[in-house]
């Protein structure tokens, strides 16, 4: 059984994500996208959704592809990776940005274990896609009902709505 693991924050999940989730499907026989429930890296307050709504939204979206599960881990991935006996980790890359923190992140995974990292190069349609983008234009009304399911973009609009009224 070849698995791999997406690791992420998905704080929302977005079309390039899935796009990279239904490729990595068709490369091993199980993926798991790994949803990052640290509270070191960024405060849960920090985050729009929480992890228990980023993971439901994640499963209602991997639905059409058999082979796709969702979790949730805190810690290092690596460890993460060893307990669930995943082979590899796969990420997208967007582009030079990307490369360079990834690369990094990459080699110290690669110290810490011998999980293997597998980029896969977005579809060059979402390159400019990412969750913090696409926060960022809905709260000043732009339009991302194209960038992210359309399951996300009514939670978004409700979650950025209530945060504008205060709630
Ligand atoms: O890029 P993202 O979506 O913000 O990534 C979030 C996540 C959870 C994948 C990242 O913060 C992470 O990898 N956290 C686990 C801690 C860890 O393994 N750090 C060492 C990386 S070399």
């Given amino acids: ?38 509270k070191s890296k960024s405060t849960s307050s920090s985050r729009l959704f ?22 949730g881990f805190t810690g290092l991935v690596t460890d993460f990776c060893r307990e669930i006996e995943a082979q590899a980790i796969v990420k997208g890359l967007r582009g030079s940005g990307d490369y360079d923190y990834e ?18 190069m977005t579809d060059p349609s979402m390159s400019f896609v990412s969750s913090s983008l696409v926060k960022e234009v809905a709260s000043f009304g732009g339009d991302v009902s194209g960038l992210v399911p359309p399951a996300v973009f009514e939670r978004l609009t409700v979650r950025l709505a209530e945060r504008q009224q205060g709630a």
């Fill in 1 to 38: 059984m070849r698995r791999a693991v997406c690791p992420g924050s998905f704080d929302p999940v977005t079309n390039g994500h899935l796009d990279i989730f239904g490729r990595a499907a068709a490369l091993f026989d199980e993926v798991v996208v790994a949803v990052g429930v640290n």
């Fill in 50 to 71: 929480t992890s228990d709504e980023r993971l439901e939204m994640i499963g209602a979206a991997v639905s059409p592809w058999p082979n796709v599960k969702v979790q």
């Fill in 103 to 120: 690369l990094q992140m990459a080699q110290m995974n690669a110290h810490l274990t011998d999980v293997e990292t597998v980029f896969l």
